[in-house]
């Protein structure tokens, strides 16, 4: 008997799990299965990575494979998902979980044409996997119709509510019937997200994954410092001289992501940016080529990186430092997954030492310090006392507001608690000069990636 068995599974479902190679449910599995199984709402404080979406898919499925209606297909289960990666992974996790039963599923979101989405939902689905804005322009249009649901998932609440998604959602749950089963997932368990839990939840059994301790402890860290103008030839020289063959660069801004895969690829390495800005069709072409190895380096903004599930990734570049501490934590996280090791470089300028005592304070612990390259810059390092956000440079032009807003792509915030592992880094000293007192980290603008 595996352990999937003495969750209470079906046949049909324990077959597909052990066509997709899993063994032992995870932590996420373990608690929330039999809960869901018996009919009880759950709230999880997990993120993606964890093993969640067959956490919340494997007993929908059951339960629903288990009573079917008689008559044309309704839709029975509602995914919410804030990113259209992250909701196309769902949907496709569907596919796998749901092989050996009758179920149909579809995913829908925005920048696609619609009409292939409107042709699907008329043959009639069962499971609807949907970003909250094409979800509310179909159920406008009259093509959706959400008074059947009987599961309701929230998945990732803590990034909807950080993309503006609170009113879209609260339009959505009054088109649901009354009577259904309730999850929410969610990264980090702010007062916003138990308030909005509190608001639909009944009586909900509490799944409390925190992954970021567990990955983090496999992960190396560690801090360059450096002028703005030298980041570029920096990272070259480590892609080029560490080989690497799958790693994920993180940049503040789209036209930063952009900028940087045309010089990278000037400098003979190939890759491809990841943003919101990107179609669907591009951003899904750069994710197959990085998954099946075409192309060793993605360079992506926090949001379009949501949820991007890729094993294997070896190396992690921290190209801008996040204004976001949280956001540091998912990205590192992007390593290190399925039980390999991994190593995160964060290359620190001399605007962003606030930015570095932000996430340092957020870990718990100061990031290994790499001496040992060219560019070492004492100007980048955290002031004695500096507090943690955004360092304001006397000398940059005033820009108008909108024009801010424009120019800013990335944004992510995400939760998930704070690493408190050392890091296996022997280079050089930790920050001499990062002090810990709390400061104000700036929230970027937010933008709908839906
Ligand atoms: P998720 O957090 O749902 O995005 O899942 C993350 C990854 O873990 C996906 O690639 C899943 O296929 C994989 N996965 C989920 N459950 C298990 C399990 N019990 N054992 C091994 N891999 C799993």
Same mark, same amino acid.
């Given at each position: 008997?595996?352990?999937?068995? /003495?969750?209470?599974?079906?046949?049909?479902?324990?077959?597909?799990?052990?066509?997709?190679?899993?063994?032992?449910?995870?932590?996420?599995?373990?608690?929330?299965?039999?809960?869901?199984?018996?009919?009880?709402?759950?709230?999880?404080?997990?993120?993606?990575? $964890?093993?969640? $979406?067959?956490?919340?898919?494997?007993?929908?499925?059951?339960?629903?494979?288990?009573?079917?209606?008689? @008559?044309?297909?309704?839709?029975?289960?509602?995914?919410?998902?804030? $990113?259209?990666?992250?909701?196309?992974?769902?949907?496709?996790?569907?596919?796998?979980?749901?092989?050996?039963?009758?179920?149909?599923?579809?995913?829908?979101?925005?920048?696609?044409?619609?009409?292939?989405?409107?042709?699907?939902?008329?043959?009639?689905?069962?499971?609807?996997?949907?970003?909250?804005?094409?979800?509310?322009?179909?159920?406008?249009?009259?093509?959706?119709?959400?008074?059947?649901?009987?599961?309701?998932?929230?998945?990732?609440?803590?990034?909807?509510?950080?993309?503006?998604?609170?009113?879209?959602?609260?339009?959505?749950?009054?088109?649901?019937?009354?009577?259904?089963?309730?999850?929410?997932?969610?990264?980090?368990?702010?007062?916003?997200?138990?308030?909005?839990?509190?608001?639909?939840?009944?009586?909900?059994?509490?799944?409390?994954? /925190?992954?970021?301790?567990? $990955?983090?402890?496999?992960?190396?860290?560690?801090?360059?410092?450096?002028?703005?103008?030298?980041?570029?030839?920096?990272?070259?020289?480590?892609?080029?001289?560490?080989?690497?063959?799958?790693?994920?660069?993180?940049?503040?801004?789209?036209?930063?992501?952009?900028?940087?895969?045309?010089?990278?690829?000037?400098? @003979?390495?190939?890759?491809?940016?990841?943003?919101?800005?990107?179609?669907?069709?591009?951003? /899904?072409?750069?994710?197959?080529?990085?998954?099946?190895?075409?192309?060793?380096?993605?360079?992506?903004?926090?949001?379009?990186?949501?949820?991007?599930?890729?094993?294997?990734?070896?190396?992690?570049?921290?190209?801008?430092?996040?204004?976001?501490?949280?956001?540091?934590?998912?990205?590192? @996280?992007?390593?290190?997954?399925?039980?390999?090791?991994?190593?995160?470089?964060?290359?620190?300028?001399?605007?962003?030492?606030?930015?570095?005592?932000?996430?340092?304070?957020?870990?718990?612990?100061?990031?290994?310090?790499?001496?040992?390259?060219?560019?070492?810059?004492?100007?980048?390092?955290?002031?004695?006392?500096?507090?943690?956000?955004?360092?304001?440079?006397?000398?940059?032009?005033?820009?108008?507001?909108?024009?801010?807003?424009?120019?800013?792509?990335?944004?992510?915030?995400?939760?998930?608690?704070?690493?408190?592992?050392?890091?296996?880094?022997?280079? @050089?000293?930790?920050?001499?000069?990062?002090?810990?007192?709390?400061?104000?980290?700036?929230?970027?603008?937010?933008?709908?990636?839906?």
């Amino acid at each position: 008997m595996t352990d999937f068995q /003495t969750l209470g599974l079906s046949e049909p479902l324990l077959r597909a799990v052990e066509a997709e190679g899993y063994t032992t449910p995870t932590p996420v599995q373990e608690q929330s299965i039999p809960p869901l199984l018996a009919g009880r709402d759950v709230l999880g404080v997990a993120q993606t990575g $964890t093993g969640k $979406t067959a956490a919340f898919a494997l007993p929908v499925l059951q339960i629903m494979s288990r009573n079917r209606p008689q @008559g044309n297909r309704k839709i029975r289960a509602l995914v919410l998902s804030p $990113t259209r990666e992250l909701a196309a992974q769902i949907d496709e996790r569907f596919s796998a979980y749901s092989e050996h039963l009758d179920i149909r599923h579809k995913v829908i979101f925005g920048g696609v044409n619609q009409n292939p989405q409107v042709r699907a939902l008329q043959k009639g689905l069962d499971v609807l996997v949907a970003t909250p804005g094409r979800l509310l322009d179909l159920i406008n249009q009259g093509h959706i119709d959400i008074t059947h649901v009987e599961f309701f998932v929230l998945d990732e609440a803590d990034r909807m509510l950080d993309m503006g998604f609170i009113h879209d959602i609260k339009k959505v749950l009054k088109l649901l019937p009354k009577q259904r089963q309730n999850l929410l997932f969610s990264a980090t368990m702010p007062s916003s997200i138990a308030n909005l839990a509190g608001s639909f939840l009944h009586n909900a059994v509490k799944v409390d994954i /925190t992954p970021e301790e567990i $990955t983090v402890d496999r992960i190396e860290q560690k801090i360059m410092f450096l002028r703005k103008a030298d980041k570029r030839r920096l990272l070259v020289k480590i892609i080029k001289q560490e080989r690497v063959e799958r790693g994920i660069v993180f940049t503040r801004t789209k036209h930063g992501a952009n900028r940087l895969v045309k010089q990278l690829d000037q400098s @003979g390495i190939s890759a491809a940016a990841i943003h919101g800005n990107k179609s669907q069709g591009a951003r /899904t072409k750069a994710l197959a080529g990085f998954k099946n190895g075409n192309i060793p380096i993605l360079v992506a903004t926090d949001i379009a990186s949501r949820g991007i599930d890729v094993d294997g990734v070896t190396h992690v570049f921290n190209y801008d430092l996040p204004n976001e501490p949280e956001s540091y934590v998912h990205r590192i @996280g992007r390593t290190a997954r399925a039980g390999r090791t991994g190593i995160a470089y964060g290359f620190c300028d001399e605007s962003e030492a606030g930015y570095l005592v932000g996430i340092q304070q957020l870990i718990g612990k100061e990031i290994p310090v790499d001496l040992s390259h060219e560019f070492h810059f004492v100007g980048a390092i955290p002031k004695p006392g500096q507090k943690a956000g955004k360092i304001k440079d006397k000398n940059a032009p005033k820009k108008k507001q909108h024009q801010r807003n424009r120019s800013n792509g990335g944004g992510g915030g995400r939760g998930g608690g704070g690493g408190r592992n050392q890091s296996r880094s022997g280079q @050089g000293s930790s920050n001499p000069r990062g002090d810990h007192r709390s400061g104000n980290n700036n929230r970027n603008q937010r933008r709908r990636d839906d």
